[in-house]
């Protein structure tokens, strides 16, 4: 009996479905795919609630346990991890209800929104710098904005993918500089069409192809955009005298104004007396 | 330094200034002396108690208000003890403490507690 391509395709999609016996988990559906593994929406028959299952080649059951060693607002919590009877590793993890950050501008969201994101997202970046992990495939893909706005980077450590083309440095080194570089991609991917210079030159300071010409870490970019937000100077950006002053006016309206004030005062009091 | 030291020493240099500015009416040349000396001491009262309000209240919009208020109050006391040159005296000095009002609400170290007034 001939089977057609439809039937060989669904046969063939059930027999990769991960072997769940022995765990706790009950699978639902197939939710994302990537290089290095697949992702399910699975039910927790133990805790009565959803969890996302990423399903593992055993050779990558270090990622599993490398992740849950991150414990940050912004780095996805897992609940579990390993190895089904099918040896495949598996981690679960909090199921995020929300976009991922190439559909999240879609919905038109405002420069202090986009910069929340990117600040959120590079604090889990300087995190986990600090603990020794480098993410290796920051992209707009694997960043995620949840339905109360919170941040979330997922699909840490992944050292085959080594990087999206368009978020990947130039140089081969694998490490905090080339993750830097990825984050400045993520800027410059989530900036509006005429973005203010000074955000363009951090963006572009991230993502110099000379690693050491970057910033030293994600703190240092942080901080930058933090000092933009706050209208001061950026590390990134030698901005011209008049700019400088319309910052600085920027900043100090209300004194201005109070002081230009005084002077017509005096002008007006002034010139009342000449005539 | 705080709000209190900042209202004094901001008061002094604008009230200052504030009168030094008596120096282009040259009926008021010969007592420049008084006029600086007296305008000093008002900006030193004026930004005194603009700190001290400023410590209590963190709203610039408010510390203006009170400065604005507290200056004009204290000019027009300075016009009054002599009879005349009201509106110069009270315009100038109305906006001086305006600018004292909110200098020390920008400038200088805040309380361990205060309120925001929105």
């Known amino acids: 009996m001939d089977l057609s391509d439809s ?6 999609h059930v027999a990769a479905l991960p072997d769940l016996s022995g765990t706790r988990y009950e699978m639902e559906s197939e939710i994302g795919r990537g290089g290095m593994g ?6 927790d028959l133990q805790l009565d609630r959803r969890v996302a299952l990423k399903v593992l080649d055993a050779a990558l059951a270090d990622e599993a346990r490398l992740i849950a060693r991150l414990e940050h607002p912004a780095i996805v919590p897992v609940y579990e991890t390993g190895i089904l009877p099918d040896g495949r590793a598996f981690y679960a993890m ?24 990117i600040r959120r997202a590079g604090e889990a970046l300087a995190f986990a710098h600090t603990r020794g992990v480098i993410h290796r495939d920051l992209k707009p893909q694997n960043v995620m904005v949840g339905e109360f706005g919170e941040v979330y980077v997922m699909d840490w450590g992944v050292e085959a993918v080594a990087g999206t083309p368009a978020f990947r440095a130039p140089d081969a080194r694998l490490d905090q500089r080339s993750d830097i570089y990825a984050l400045g991609a993520l800027l410059r991917f989530m900036l509006p069409a005429s973005p203010p210079p000074a955000l363009r030159a951090i ?10 010409a970057r910033y030293a870490d994600a703190t240092a970019l942080l901080a930058d955009i933090e000092r933009f937000q706050e209208g001061q100077a950026v590390d990134a950006w030698a901005e011209p005298l008049w700019h400088r002053l319309r910052r600085f006016a920027s900043r100090n309206a209300v004194l201005l104004w109070l002081l230009a004030a005084y002077a017509g005062v005096k002008l007006l009091l002034f010139f009342l007396r000449l005539f | 330094m705080n709000k209190i030291v900042v209202g004094l020493v901001f008061g002094l240099i604008l009230g200052a200034i504030d009168g030094a500015t008596a120096w282009f009416y040259p009926e008021a ?17 004026v930004g005194l108690s603009s ?13 203006v208000v009170v400065g604005a208020v507290l200056g004009l109050v204290f000019a027009y006391l300075v016009a009054a003890m002599q009879h005349e040159h009201y509106l110069e005296i009270m315009l100038p000095g109305f906006v001086t403490g305006a600018i004292i009002g909110f200098l020390t609400q920008a400038v200088g170290a805040k309380p361990a507690t205060s309120s925001a007034a929105r």
């Open chain 1, 7 to 12: 039937v060989l395709d669904h046969l063939r």
């Open chain 1, 203 to 212: 963006a572009a300071k991230a993502m110099n192809p000379d690693p050491a």
């Open chain 2, 51 to 63: 700190g001290w309000f400023a410590r209590k209240v963190e709203s610039t919009k408010w510390g």
């Open chain 1, 38 to 43: 697949v992702v399910y929406a699975a039910r």
């Open chain 1, 94 to 117: 909090k199921l995020v209800s929300g976009v991922r950050l190439d559909h999240y501008l879609d919905g038109a969201p405002s420069l202090a929104e986009r910069l929340r994101v």
């Open chain 2, 29 to 45: 040349r010969s007592l420049m002396g008084g006029i600086l000396v007296g305008s000093s001491i008002k900006g030193m009262i």
